[in-house]
């Protein structure tokens, strides 16, 4: 009985990791990554992009915008979470990075580069306005994900990307790109 509970507990534990679209690049950088179906032309994704103001530096090249997401809290209370029971960095910081949104037969793909955490206060280990990368606190020293990390700051703001990039019309689809 005692192992059936130890494995049914390890299995939970690996379950609830790598629930999330971030993903480690070749060159160890972490981007997020994710493919919504919908039937916006570029035009449109611009504007819903342009209209939100939760963006700026915005460019439109062919099938492809980029720009820059406005340094912005992550709230996990909405994802049933406390402060007790997130990273320092989440709860202390705003989030910002670059966004590369490409559109393809009926699907666009956003991918978020350069995600960084920026101290919302002065504190113990930071002072306001200091800048700590996503690899920072994200990866180990073998380069994997850090599990504590990963198995709650990463899906919380895994969960805020998916809400923030599904555009009206839009749905999730498969990542196949």
Request: include cysteine; glycine fraction near 4%; proline fraction near 0%.
């Amino acid at each position: 009985m005692k192992r059936i509970l130890i494995l049914l507990c390890v299995l939970i534990n690996a379950s609830a990791y790598a629930q999330h679209n971030f993903l480690i690049t070749e060159n160890a950088k972490v981007i997020w990554q994710k493919v919504y179906e919908t039937s916006y032309d570029i035009e449109d994704l611009h504007a819903a992009i342009f209209n939100s103001g939760q963006y700026n530096d915005i460019a439109v090249y062919d099938n492809t915008i980029t720009c820059w997401m406005n340094e912005s809290s992550i709230d996990y209370a909405q994802e049933g979470y406390n402060s007790s029971q997130i990273s320092m960095l989440l709860r202390d910081s705003n989030v910002k990075g670059f966004i590369t949104i490409q559109l393809k037969d009926n699907r666009y793909r956003v991918t978020i580069e350069q995600i960084q955490f920026i101290a919302k206060y002065d504190g113990s280990f930071s002072r306001k306005g200091d800048i700590s990368i996503i690899e920072t606190s994200a990866l180990n020293r073998k380069g994997s994900f850090n599990k504590m990390v990963e198995s709650n700051t990463l899906v919380v703001i895994d969960a805020a990307f998916l809400r923030r990039f599904a555009f009206k019309q839009a749905s999730h689809l498969n990542d196949e790109w």
